[in-house]
Each structure stands twice: as structure tokens, then as C-alpha cells.
């Protein structure tokens, strides 16, 4: 090591920098352990034995035309073969009765099954996926006991592959490369042991030159679930083992590039390219190196070479001893180049060719790569000299079929709607992804802070582990370096992440320091230690807390939030708070949401019926139930109704009313790097949701954050009685792109017009004919030339509804003060709210009133008591000839009560035969009072079981807020009609609401024969600073406190086509 480090002084400070691997980061290096005599996969200081260094993982080309012509997608290059596909498998219990001579080329692995690579065993039908938050599985009970794990239960898979070594692989070196192995494994070829890793998430690459024989060869792998690097893998995640990325072979010449490194930059004035490049090239020869060059080409998107010719060449390298490394540099000025950015990912792709001294190229390789700068000015995020606002998510890998293997349409599915949704930021948490992503967001524009898989939330203690330990300070820059090797080329990674909730101490500090001298041009993250990061991190702050970090002339950090907006369940509420105080305070650059995607797996119940599996459902126990399924899109990619909040709050463009009586309005472009001529603006004029008048504006050209007014031609129209107007502004696409056609909407903004207009006609009236009353001891029964109904004295219910013999309900209408519980009620709550459960059925009736004035309707007032205080209530049908039924319900909370209520309201069923929900309200997803800024006023219409949320834990559901009306129909367009006197919240589900608070799963809920129909006042928000404390309730402003009387009331009757 010592003569290696000698060698290097040779060269440039910055070719140190590049490829002087510290001692700390390269996995053939080993020191003596403390820990004593222990196996390598319970020793933090084995990290890898013959495993080669941390670089760039690349194709190798026989030219410059081939390289050119490939992509990360597809790979065609004559060197390379794919070992994906199904693998001999043997499943362990633990390491002692793993078959100990598999790895033979003599053994039979005839009686052995075949699964998947790349996949996780678990799916496969051997052991259980696990899902736990922070507890480690091996060690659930604490305290856990680094770097032992129970070797009683790590299950060993073994397995066993052939391949054929392609014939002009002949004189060539070959490598393996695993892109990602879980936890840990062992690696022969044709008997002989050829090496050790652990290190999950990044690849792992091995050569097998020496080992190779012509014909069949014989691969075998041997993986530990738990190793003592699961320590540091303790992200809350299911537990998945195997070899979950693709496997391959690569051959190189035996003189040829091993790493390069391309940085391109932009000059002080953001306008001339800066291109250097820094690339390692290996001599594997017995031979001393003959000199050579490298030389690179640059091209742009359209695949048109740059210049005349190379972009950059380097100078002669004269010095390469045989088995040793010799550095290129090589630099370019490109002018007029265009810029990188997450809105205008222009992409270039850099060609190296390594020639001999004749100019014969031995080898060529390819990059990608974007020209921008990430600077920190301050204590402002600039990216190319202007500062950007971070709308960012958190991500796992998550395939709902496979686990960890990703099948390649998910993450092109995640790279569309998160575009889609206006995010320009994701947080690989808490490792680095597959290598697909980054090509996805290199090529249509995302920021990445890329994480180091580092993790030990499981440790109770957390600066004891990794801390300060030097025993696991090997471990930890190895990590990092790792990360930084495979990814640094990508433009759209701009942050390097230390890790995740792993406490603080000198091994944090020593891989800043890494990651610091290896690339400086990347700002580095990491929540637990803000002292050795160049921003201030938290994670689910308060509103009033980020203010006042924001506010605090202490700190000159930029401030990031980088997990916040806990989406469990029916959740992400009061998001338009936190991005108020985001877009106010310069040193407020943005957050990522927890999470995109609910984790649950495809799973089918013993009645064949498909369900998503959460922790607990394979058996695992301990467990964390469904604490990992808080995204805002399903597991197969159906955007929950959070997803329509989130794209509406991180919309770039915003509309602002001017004069709407002459058709103002300002539109500001909140883009930071583009302006809006790839979009239209088209506007609606509606009333009482129906259009009445439209247009397109096709002409704007408004640039990165400025301002346009639009005059619109709208003409008043003559008002009528009970009308609103509102006008609705979409902001569309152009031109089709890869992640949304032509006509999509980004952004949109909704006004009501400030025209005066007369009150609606009330819908209740005399027509001649009399109510006729009917009274007995529990009932008043009321009928009418075509309506009937019935109201009970007992409980105060409206029984029974019928016009023209057919029933409109068929369950009472009652008082509801309850809601199934959702994930963020219980954790906020904590069963506070529990009274208010049974509050409505048990009331009591104390005093029965009937009213019929000559000439007036039926007026029917019972009032009572509550079980909760001395609350009471009262309940006014208000009952007209021509069979409507105006219905007003008042609570007063009295004495001994809860702070709040979850809901003001009634219930009734309808038969199902009702099944389609028109209504004018805000839609047409649900939402709810802290989560409505998307959704705009309109008429929506559909059926029932397609309108409630089929969340992956059931819980409260479907509520659509602002209803002035609601009607639920047959097929022949009958039904019942709800008018609110004002707006209300309605939901209508399927089932009961007491079948979906006993719910776990979607699964379990059943098919029934009426329709559930909750016609509220209000319900309070759903929350989502986070999930698991008092924060987890909702924002006060959307809340319902106990210490007011509500008063609010609807009408009902017939509806006819």
C-alpha cells in the first residue's frame, strides 16, 4: 500500500483527489480486528476480500461508434453478457446447515429449484419478508449487540449459475459485476474461491480472469441475510435478502480504462462550458504500459459531435508499471453551451477512446453528463447562479410484485408522475437506487441527493454505533465512497447524503471529509450531524418551528427539511402552510415528503381475493403493522388523492386575480430556469360548474420568475338566480413529452367572479295539497299526494323515505360524530376523541315538538342529550307538501367533553341501486378541509364504488368538502337529492362505517346492498406533520373544537330526470 501511495504522488493534486483511494475506503485493505476470531460476515472490518475498488460502474466498446450508439437501457456493446435469469437456489436456515460444498463444480444441484435473478428469496416462497421500522430482526429485543448477529437465525441462500465465456472474450480481462446483493455473500468460480462482499446497495465487482476455463464455467454464490453490515442497513423498509439487481460479466483489454471521472461546470457568468475529466486507466499486462492517450468527443443530445473534432485529448501517459494505474486529465472550454437544470435537462454524452502511440484504439467507454453548477450563496441553494426552491419526495425501491428487484416500468412510472406532480426533487433514502433511475432523471430532469446506505436507527444509543468507533469507520467511508463512484457522473445528483438516522461522531466527520475531497463541487447532507454539513437539516418540523429557524440570525445555513408531511393513510395536510413560509424565507429551500410509495406487496387471501400485504401479513412477528405504507401513490402507481394536493402546492405557475369584472389576471412564473412558451393557458368560464364560455392563450413567453398580465375576453352573462360563476385557468403542455402528452395540466387556479347575483329558489313549496300526520307512541308518520316518511319520537331518526312507493333510504338518518379512525387520528389522538364514538347512538329524545301553521309545512323539533357531558342536540325536519324535507341539526357541547370533535354530521344508507354520485362541490378527488387547494369547484359525477379510497389500511375515506349539492341515481337517473343550506361534506362508501373501522386490509371489507351516506358539516383535517406523535393532528385551523355550538342543516327530496 505504501509503495501505491508513492506512486500516485506522481501525479496532479486532483488526480489524488480523484482515484487516491483512502486507505479507509478500498474493500482489499484489511486490518487486524478487535472484535477477535469472528466470521467476515460478523466482522465490521471485513467489508470485502478481493473485491475491486470503488469506481464508476461503465460498458467497454471496441470504438467510438458503438459507445455512441448504446445507452443505459440498452447495451450492445460486444463485451458485455447478462447473467439475469433463473438461478439454481437452496434455502438455510441459518449458516450451520447451509450445503457446505455447493460451490464444486462436481456437486448436483438436480433436486435444487430455480428462482429468480434478480429477485428476493422471500418472494420466491423461502423465509418471510419482515417489516420493522428501526428494530433490528435479528436482534428485535434490545439491546442489540454490534457486529453479532444471531446465527441461529440468518438464513443462508445458495446459488448456482453456468455460463459460457463469449469467444473473442479471448486475451481479455473479465469482471462480474452484482449491481446489488443482500446482505452479504461469498463468490467461487469453478471451485475456487474468488472473494467477499458486503455493502448491499452499491455493486460489487470481482475478476475472474484468472479463474475462467473455456466452455461452461460454474458460478456459485453463497448469501447471508444478516450480516454485521445489516447494522448499518436498518432503514425502515421490508427485509428483503438475495440478489435483487442484475448480474453481468464485462471483459476489458488488458490495457483499459478502469474509472473516469467527467466534471462539467459553467464559468463565473453561467455561459462557457467547463469540461474536465480525470480517468484512470489500468495496465493488467505482465508488461510495462506502452504509451498512450485518451482521447474525448463530445455530443449533444441530437447526437451531433461538438467542435471539429475531440473535445479534449490528454497528454501522452508514459509511466504504467504492469499491474498498476496511470491517471488522464484531460480539460475543454465549450462555449454557448446549453445548461443542466431539473426544467432543461439539456444532456451531452462524452466519448473517451484510449489509443496506443500509433492511434489505434484499444478501448472506447460513454457518459452522459450535464453542464451546471451547485453552489451554496448565502445561505441560499442556487443551481446555475439561481437560487431553486427543493419540492421534493423521499423514495424507497418498492416493486409490488417483486420487493427490491425493480421491473424497469416501475421506476419509469415513478419517473412520470413524479414529473407529472411538478416534484423536482428526490431523496434516494436511504441508499442508493438502481442505476435506471438516475438515467430517468439525468435525461428528463430531477434533482437527486443521492444517500449513503447508512443507517443503525436501531441502535438505542447512537453515538455508540457507527459514532466514533474506528472499528466501523472503514465500514462507513467505504459506504460513501462507493456511492460517489457509481453515481458521480450524473448530472442530477447535486447533494451527497452521509446517511440516515444514525446518530453523530467522528466517522460521519471522516466521510464529509471523503466525500469533500473527492468531489467538491456536491454540497453534502446529513440530519443527524448539521456541524458537518453544508445545510441545517430536520426532519417533520413544525410550521411555527421552521419559522423560527428561518428567523433565527444565527444560523447561515441554507435550511432543508429533508423528510417532512408524513403521508400514512388519508394524510399530507396543511401542506399549503409549510410552502407559505418556504416561499417567504429565502433560507427555506424546500423538503421531501415521506414518502412517494406505499410499500405493501401483492398478496391474495384464502378466498383468492387480492389484498397489499403490510408487516404481520407473512407471519413476521415482531412487526411494525402498516407503518410503511405512507405514500401518496398506491404500490401499483394509482396516485392517492394526497398526490393531487402535492402537485398543486409545488406547481411552478400561479395565477393572481387582477380586475375579474374586466377579465384580469396575473400570471406568475415561478420556474426558475425556463420561461412558459412551451405551455398554453386555458380558461373556463362556468356556471354552477356547466361552461358558458372558454379560450386559449397560446402566446406567452413569460420568463423565469416574472410576472404577465392576461386580459381575458370574458362577457358578463346574465345573472341568474342562485348561480356562481367561476373561472378556472389551466396551465397545459404544448407539445407531447416522455412523461405527459400534449394538453396535460400543470398547473391551475380557480376564481369566483365578483358579480352579484339573488339567492337561490328554495326547493321546498306548497302545491295544495296538505301533509297529512300520523302520530303513535315512538313514530310521527307524515304523507303527501306522492311521499311518505316516517320520523321516530324514540331516537329522533328519519325512518323511512318513500316517494311514489319506492324507497330513498334504507337506513334511518341519524346524528354522526365519528369517523373511522385514520392512521393520524390514532397516533395524534390517542383515543381522546373516543366519547364522541358512541355520542350519536346513544343519544336520548327528551321533548317530541309537531307544528302544522294553516297554509305551512309540517315542522317537527325533538331534542335530547348526549352521552358526553351535557351535551344536547336537536334535530328540526321541516317537512313540505311537495315532499322535500328540510333536515337542521344542532350540537351543543356542554360540560366534560373532548377539546375537539372529528365530525359534525348525519348518516344515512340509501338501497344500491343508487350507485351513481353527482355533486357540485370540490372535486373531483377527495378531499378534506387542510387538503382541498386542488381541488377545484365543479360538477363530478360517478359511481360509488369507484369514489371512495380504497387506502391500503382502511380508514375514514371519500370525502368531497364544499358540496352545495349532491344526488345519488339509478340507471334510469331516480334517486334522492341533497341541497345543503350551505355547503357540506359528503362521503358515500359501500359498506358501514363500523365494517371499515374493523377493516385491516382492503380485503376485508364486504360487498353489501346499500350505500353509506355521511352528510356533514364539517370533519376535522387529516393531518400529517408526522404519524406517531401529537403533531400527527390536524393544523388547529382545521380543527373542531368543542367549545361552540354547530348549527347546520340540508334539504332532501325526490330526484327525476
Known amino acids: ?58 460498458m467497454h466498446y471496441p470504438d467510438r461508434v458503438s459507445a455512441l450508439a448504446d445507452s443505459t437501457l440498452e447495451i450492445h456493446t460486444p463485451y458485455y453478457k447478462s447473467l439475469d435469469g433463473m438461478w439454481k437456489f437452496h434455502f438455510s436456515k441459518n449458516p450451520a446447515e447451509r450445503p457446505m460444498d455447493f460451490y464444486k463444480t462436481s456437486f448436483n444441484d438436480g433436486k435444487w429449484a430455480s428462482v429468480k435473478v434478480p429477485g428476493v428469496w422471500q418472494l420466491e416462497g423461502y423465509g418471510k419478508p419482515i417489516y420493522l421500522n428501526n428494530r433490528y430482526p435479528f436482534h428485535p429485543d434490545y439491546p442489540a449487540h454490534p457486529p453479532l448477529v444471531n446465527a441461529n437465525a440468518d438464513p443462508v441462500g445458495s446459488y448456482r449459475t453456468t455460463f459460457d465465456v463469449p469467444k473473442n472474450w479471448d486475451g481479455r480481462e473479465v469482471f462480474i459485476h452484482f449491481g446489488g446483493v443482500k446482505s452479504a455473500f461469498y463468490i467461487w468460480l469453478n471451485g475456487k474461491k474468488i472473494g467477499y462482499s458486503q455493502g448491499s446497495m452499491t455493486p460489487a465487482e470481482f475478476n475472474l480472469t484468472p479463474f475462467l476455463k473455456k466452455g461452461k464455467n460454474v458460478l456459485a454464490v453463497e448469501v447471508y441475510r444478516w450480516s454485521d453490515g445489516s447494522y448499518l442497513e436498518d432503514q425502515d423498509m421490508w427485509r428483503f435478502s438475495g440478489i435483487f439487481r442484475s448480474v453481468y460479466l464485462y471483459s476489458t483489454p488488458l490495457e483499459h480504462l478502469e474509472d473516469f471521472f467527467v466534471r462539467s461546470s459553467l464559468d463565473d457568468r453561467y455561459e462557457t462550458g467547463i469540461m474536465h475529466i480525470t480517468a484512470k486507466v489500468r495496465n493488467s499486462s505482465d508488461e510495462n504500459h506502452q504509451p498512450a492517450k485518451v482521447v474525448a468527443y463530445l455530443y449533444n443530445e441530437q447526437g451531433k459531435l461538438v467542435g471539429d473534432g475531440p473535445i479534449a485529448q490528454s497528454k501522452t501517459i508514459t509511466d504504467i508499471p504492469a499491474g498498476t494505474d496511470g491517471i488522464a486529465e484531460l480539460y475543454a472550454k465549450v462555449p454557448n453551451v446549453l445548461k443542466w437544470t431539473a426544467e432543461t435537462p439539456n444532456l451531452y454524452t462524452v466519448v473517451l477512446e484510449l489509443k496506443d502511440s500509433k492511434g489505434k484504439v484499444l478501448e472506447a467507454a460513454r457518459s452522459t453528463t450535464g453542464f451546471r453548477n451547485i453552489e451554496i450563496k448565502d445561505g ?4 446555475n447562479g439561481v437560487p431553486v426552491k427543493l419540492k421534493g419526495v423521499n423514495t424507497h425501491e418498492h416493486d409490488p410484485f417483486n420487493g427490491r428487484a425493480m421491473d424497469y416500468k416501475w421506476i419509469e412510472k415513478d419517473l412520470k408522475l413524479l414529473k407529472q406532480a411538478n416534484v423536482n426533487t428526490v431523496r434516494m433514502s436511504h441508499y442508493p437506487h438502481d442505476p435506471r433511475y438516475y438515467y430517468l432523471f439525468d435525461k428528463y430532469g430531477m434533482y437527486v441527493l443521492d444517500e449513503t446506505n447508512l443507517e443503525a436507527h436501531g441502535m438505542l444509543e447512537r453515538e455508540l454505533l457507527p459514532g466514533s468507533d474506528p472499528r466501523w469507520t472503514h465500514a462507513c467511508v467505504n459506504r460513501i465512497a462507493r456511492m460517489i463512484a457509481r453515481d458521480k457522473n450524473h448530472p442530477s445528483v447535486i447533494i451527497w447524503s452521509l446517511g440516515n438516522e444514525a446518530g453523530h461522531g467522528e466517522n460521519f466527520a471522516q466521510m464529509a471529509s471523503y466525500a469533500r475531497t473527492v468531489d467538491p463541487s456536491r454540497p453534502i447532507h446529513y440530519e443527524q450531524m448539521n456541524s458537518v454539513a453544508d445545510m441545517i437539516s430536520h426532519m417533520y418540523p413544525t410550521p411555527q418551528w421552521l419559522q423560527q429557524l428561518a428567523s433565527d440570525p444565527n444560523i447561515h445555513k441554507p435550511i432543508f427539511m429533508c423528510e417532512y408531511a408524513h403521508s400514512m393513510g388519508n394524510s399530507t395536510g396543511g401542506l399549503t402552510t409549510y410552502w407559505n413560509l418556504i416561499n417567504h424565507y429565502k433560507n427555506l429551500i424546500g423538503g421531501c415528503i415521506w414518502d412517494w410509495v406505499d410499500q405493501g406487496l401483492y398478496k391474495k387471501d384464502a378466498k383468492g381475493k387480492m389484498f397489499w400485504a403490510y408487516g404481520g401479513d407473512y407471519g413476521d412477528d415482531p412487526n411494525d403493522a402498516n407503518f410503511n405504507i405512507n405514500g401518496f401513490v398506491s404500490p401499483d402507481r394509482k396516485p392517492n388523492p394526497a398526490y393531487y394536493e402535492v402537485k398543486h402546492v409545488y406547481q411552478y405557475v400561479t395565477f393572481k386575480a387582477g380586475d375579474l369584472n374586466h377579465g384580469e389576471v396575473m400570471v406568475h412564473n415561478g420556474y426558475y430556469h425556463q420561461n412558459l412558451s412551451q405551455f398554453d393557458v386555458k380558461w373556463t368560464l362556468t356556471q354552477n360548474g356547466k361552461t358558458i364560455q372558454s379560450g ?27 348561480s356562481e360563476y367561476w373561472l378556472n385557468l389551466n396551465l397545459t403542455l404544448k407539445k407531447n413529452k416522455f412523461w405527459a402528452d ?37 313514530a310521527i308518520t307524515l304523507t303527501g299526494a306522492s311521499f311518505a316518511m316516517t320520523i321516530s319520537k324514540v331516537n329522533g331518526s328519519l325512518e323511512s323515505y318513500t316517494s311514489k312507493g319506492k324507497s330513498l333510504i334504507s337506513g334511518p338518518l341519524k346524528p354522526n360524530f365519528w369517523r373511522a379512525q385514520t392512521d393520524n387520528d390514532r397516533a395524534g389522538w390517542r383515543g381522546e376523541l373516543n366519547a364522541w364514538k358512541d355520542a350519536g347512538s346513544g343519544r336520548k329524545v327528551t321533548d317530541v315538538k309537531l307544528s302544522q301553521p294553516d297554509n305551512h309545512p309540517v315542522v317537527v323539533t325533538i331534542s335530547g342529550t348526549l352521552p358526553i357531558g351535557q351535551s344536547t342536540w336537536q334535530l328540526k325536519y321541516t317537512v313540505y307538501e311537495n315532499g322535500v324535507v328540510q333536515v337542521n341539526q344542532t350540537l351543543t357541547p356542554v360540560g366534560d367533553v373532548p377539546t375537539d370533535i372529528p365530525v359534525v354530521g348525519m348518516s344515512l344508507r340509501i338501497p344500491k341501486e343508487y350507485g351513481t354520485m353527482t355533486w357540485y362541490g370540490r372535486g373531483p378527488w377527495e378531499n378534506y378541509s387542510d387538503r382541498q387547494t386542488g381541488a377545484n369547484v365543479g360538477v363530478y359525477s360517478g359511481l360509488v364504488d369507484t369514489l371512495w379510497t380504497d387506502y391500503v389500511r382502511p380508514q375514514a375515506n371519500g370525502n368531497r368538502d364544499g358540496v352545495r349539492w349532491v344526488r345519488f341515481t339509478d340507471k334510469d337517473g331516480q334517486g334522492l337529492m341533497v341541497v345543503g343550506l350551505s355547503p357540506l361534506s359528503v362521503s358515500a362508501w359501500p359498506y358501514s362505517l363500523q365494517e371499515l373501522e374493523q377493516a385491516k386490509h382492503i380485503d376485508d371489507l364486504p360487498v353489501r346492498n346499500f350505500i353509506t351516506v355521511n352528510l356533514d358539516d364539517k370533519q376535522m383535517g387529516v393531518g400529517g406533520i408526522d404519524s406517531w406523535s401529537r403533531n400527527a393532528r390536524a393544523m388547529p385551523p382545521y380543527r373542531l373544537p368543542s367549545d361552540k355550538q354547530y348549527q347546520y342543516g340540508f334539504y332532501l327530496y325526490p330526484y327525476h330526470k
Open 1 to 58: 500500500m505504501k509503495s501505491w501511495i508513492l506512486k500516485l504522488q506522481k501525479h496532479s493534486i486532483s488526480s489524488l483527489v480523484l482515484f487516491g483511494i483512502l486507505v479507509a475506503a478500498s474493500s482489499s485493505v484489511f486490518a487486524q480486528t478487535s472484535y477477535g476470531n469472528l466470521p467476515d460476515w460478523e466482522n465490521s472490518q471485513v467489508i470485502g476480500i478481493n473485491k475491486e475498488p470503488p469506481y464508476l460502474s461503465f
Open 380 to 383: 441560499v441553494l442556487m443551481v
Open 696 to 722: 386559449v392563450i397560446d402566446t406567452l413567453t413569460t420568463p423565469a420568475n416574472g410576472w404577465t398580465r392576461l386580459h381575458l375576453p370574458i362577457e358578463q352573462p346574465k345573472m341568474e338566480a342562485g
Open 742 to 778: 400534449k394538453g396535460f395540466t400543470l398547473a391551475w387556479d380557480q376564481f369566483k367572479m365578483p358579480w352579484a347575483v339573488a339567492p337561490a329558489t328554495k326547493p321546498g313549496k306548497a302545491n295544495g295539497t296538505a301533509v297529512q300526520v300520523k302520530q303513535t307512541d315512538d
